[in-house]
């Protein structure tokens, strides 16, 4: 704020001249003092002038009659790619639900476009009712495991991290790396530690002195712990610990029990990957906020891990808090349980009342993002796996669940080659790359689709986004291919020879620029018609999403072979 615009709020919150807004009546969220307290709110130029009892003039004055207000919600850690949304239907959704600022980490569009796809994102991002601060990709391509589209060394990082709202390094998953001093791991983590930013950790199953070597080289921060074991060393090796509730991963309910009233300041609650239709149905961090408060966890407590806790460790420093000075960004809600937002302003101005967005929003287009499948012919010649006489390790899919077990089976084989089988839950499973650089495919099965036939395929694969399908005819995995193709990317049902259903999403393979109503009924459709062909997952495009991420335990695969995530190499599919 200038120096007139600062003197303004001072005068204002002297009560020597009148505010532009002031919410009267309300019960204040102390997330300092950790108390609920009768307070009005006095607002000036999107600040806080001010918090107690009021009777001096304001342009405008809102009755809250005792209603709850709290900081806007600041969801610490998540991929908006997952959402399928354009960043102004992202923003559309968020607002509505309390979320007045987010941590991205884009790197999946950076994986499929680079530098270009980031850029695509800064931009996208502004003049929206939820800011959105950026984390650099630390890691693309994640591993030497995968074929990306792109490639982000030590020193287009260091220029990223000068670019407007980055705050830091994005989740460092070859944390294999970090501990055995790989050198461009660590000048990567020494050029944002060099301007003051944190570097954030993605190191699932680290413990002992591979932590203490992954924590000393500077990483703040982990998502990734799904036991409460893990969590707790973590934390007790100074990490900030994000308990991720998202949409494909939940790790609240295993979690939980190790916040308390000493270390509640050291947690914070993520989404991580949050899909379109959980938003529009559920709502955002509030809908995990119910969640935690049903399980026992404290009001107050709960509204920090989603304000204050990630302000501080991000460095937003006028932001998570309602005290005078700063951002009036807020939330009023009837009760501490259900977190269902009446009003959320931001900045001070309504942003948003009993669910109908009053900010205006408007789809940002660029054709440069566009046209990122490339891949030569594919047929039903190009799914085959030979017999080799011998069991097979095959990917066990875990629900809700982002991990996998490796498990081994004695495969189907037809005339010398392995088949799917459908009897057995054993389908074919294909990562192909699609970046131009090769057209490398890698082969496997996998167990817990539950298809009976037909295909799945997607260009959503993380986190090089190569085209992944699964399946139990080879002439509909090659026809879902084509068909994603053909129409830029998204997701496609295949069966019987014909397109059962689809979505493009052709902003890199990954986004839409539809609005959220038309993708949800979209993805619904998908899902149905996944259903239709005997899948047993809630969200079968999002497990498969996850099948070929090289850095998520335990078996996964990508367009050279399948990767044993504990050796963290490729290896035979054959015992």
């Known amino acids: 704020m200038k120096d007139n615009g600062l003197k303004k709020l001072l005068a204002v919150a002297r009560g020597d001249a009148p505010g532009d807004l002031l919410l009267k009546g309300g019960r204040i969220v102390e997330v300092f003092s950790g108390k609920v307290i009768p307070a009005d709110v006095l607002i000036f130029q999107g600040r ?3 918090v107690g009892r009021y009777d001096q003039k304001a342009k405008k004055v809102i009755e809250l009659k005792g209603k709850f207000v709290l900081p806007g919600f600041i969801d610490g850690h998540i991929h908006i790619e997952s959402s399928l949304l354009g960043l102004s239907e992202f923003a559309r959704l968020a607002i509505r639900s309390g979320t007045t ?21 800064i931009r996208a991002s502004r003049g929206l009712p939820v800011d959105i601060f950026f984390t650099v990709p630390s890691c693309v391509p994640a591993t030497a495991m995968e074929t990306a589209g792109a490639k ?13 709202r980055v705050v830091g390094l994005a989740e460092m998953m070859n944390f294999p790396g970090v501990i055995c001093g790989d050198p461009l791991v660590l000048e990567k983590i020494r050029a944002a530690r060099s301007v003051g930013k944190i570097v954030d950790g993605h190191a699932p199953g680290l413990t002992g002195k591979g932590l203490s070597a992954y924590v000393a080289a500077g990483v703040k921060s982990d998502h990734e712990c799904t036991k409460i074991e893990e969590a707790r060393e973590k934390l007790r090796s100074g990490m900030m610990i994000m308990i991720r509730e998202g949409s494909a991963a939940k790790n609240l309910k295993d979690l939980l029990e190790l916040v308390d009233s000493g270390n509640a300041h050291r947690f914070m609650l993520v989404s991580d990957d949050r899909d379109a239709g959980d938003m529009w149905d559920e709502g955002d961090l509030n809908a995990v906020l119910a969640r935690a408060v049903k399980r026992g966890l404290d009001p ?12 501080n460790y991000f460095g937003l420093n006028d932001r998570g808090a309602i005290v005078p000075g700063y951002r009036a960004d807020l939330v009023v809600t009837g009760d501490l349980k259900k977190f269902v937002p009446g009003l959320v302003f931001k900045d001070g101005v309504l942003a948003a009342e009993h ?17 990122t499948v490339r891949i030569g012919k594919i047929d039903e010649r190009s ?5 080799r006489g011998k069991k097979v390790k095959v990917i066990g899919v875990i629900p809700d669940q982002i991990v996998t077990r490796s498990l081994l089976a004695r495969p189907r084989v037809v005339n010398g080659e392995i088949v799917s089988d459908s009897s057995r839950d054993l389908l074919k499973l294909a990562v192909i790359e699609r970046h131009g650089k090769g057209g490398g495919m890698g082969l496997g099965l996998v167990r817990g689709f539950g298809i009976k036939r037909g295909a799945l395929a997607s260009t959503v694969a993380h986190d090089s986004h190569n085209l992944i399908a699964v399946g139990v005819e080879d002439r509909d995995l090659a026809l879902a291919v ?16 014909k397109i059962r259903a689809s979505l493009p999403l052709p902003v890199a ?8 109503g038309e993708i949800i009924r979209g993805m619904k459709k998908l899902n149905q018609a996944a259903r239709d062909l005997g899948s047993t997952l809630p969200r079968p495009f999002s497990t498969l999403s996850f099948l070929a991420l090289p850095v998520i335990p335990e078996l996964k695969l990508t367009d050279r072979g399948l990767v044993d995530v504990g050796k963290f190499q490729i290896i035979s599919l054959y015992e």
């Open 300 to 311: 107050i407590t709960a509204v920090r891990m989603v304000t204050i806790n990630p302000a």
């Open 101 to 121: 600022a987010v941590i991205a980490d884009p790197h999946e569009i950076a994986n499929v476009l680079g530098i270009r796809g980031i850029d695509y994102l």
């Open 383 to 387: 799914f085959r796996i030979p017999d």
């Open 355 to 371: 669910g109908k967005v009053r900010a205006k929003l408007a789809a940002y287009r660029d054709p440069r993002v566009r046209g």
């Open 152 to 164: 982000l060394g030590p020193r287009e990082i260091a220029r990223l991290l000068k670019r407007e």
């Open 48 to 50: 806080i002038a001010g």
């Open 509 to 516: 393979g990954l986004l839409s620029e539809a609005r959220a």
């Open 482 to 497: 084509s068909a994603l193709k053909k129409q830029g990317g998204g997701y496609v049902v295949a069966a019987g020879g």
